[in-house]
């Protein structure tokens, strides 16, 4: 099963960018489709965005399509996820996560995860 580690998160001023890496291991990153959801206060989970295992398809949130830009190097095990543009509303914790069965992407479309990290907290704030 992957082991998922986030990292990249900070306080940014609106308008600002920040990009976050979901380092993997425990098994090939490859296999998998990766997504990103974000957690705020309060609020319910949402999903964010996924990328296939091969990354030639992607899905964003309404929320954050023409903003975020996930992407992935499974030569080093890795998922990012560019964020610009932000916005007070996208303060949150970002977790990447990962479907217990690998290459299928509907699963993480559906949010249906079987890991993902510790999470990384995002603030944007001026």
């Known amino acids: 099963q992957l082991q998922l580690v986030e990292s990249g998160g900070g306080l940014v001023q609106p308008g600002g960018s920040l990009r976050l890496s979901c380092a993997a291991s425990?098994?090939?990153?490859?296999?998998?489709?990766i997504g990103w959801f974000r957690q705020a206060p309060g609020k319910e989970r949402e999903g964010v965005s996924c990328?296939?295992?091969?990354?030639?398809?992607?899905h964003y949130a309404d929320s954050v399509k023409g903003r975020f830009t996930i992407s992935r190097d499974n030569a080093k095990n890795t998922v990012y996820l560019q964020m610009d543009s932000l916005k007070p509303e996208d303060t949150a914790v970002y977790y990447c996560?990962?479907?217990?069965?690998?290459?299928?992407?509907?699963?993480?479309?559906?949010?249906?995860?079987?890991?993902w990290g510790q999470g990384t907290q995002v603030t944007v704030s001026s």
């Open positions: 425990g098994d090939r990153l490859g296999l998998y489709a």
């Open positions: 990328i296939s295992n091969s990354g030639g398809s992607t």
């Open positions: 996560a990962a479907p217990s069965v690998p290459l299928l992407f509907r699963k993480c479309l559906l949010g249906d995860f079987g890991s």
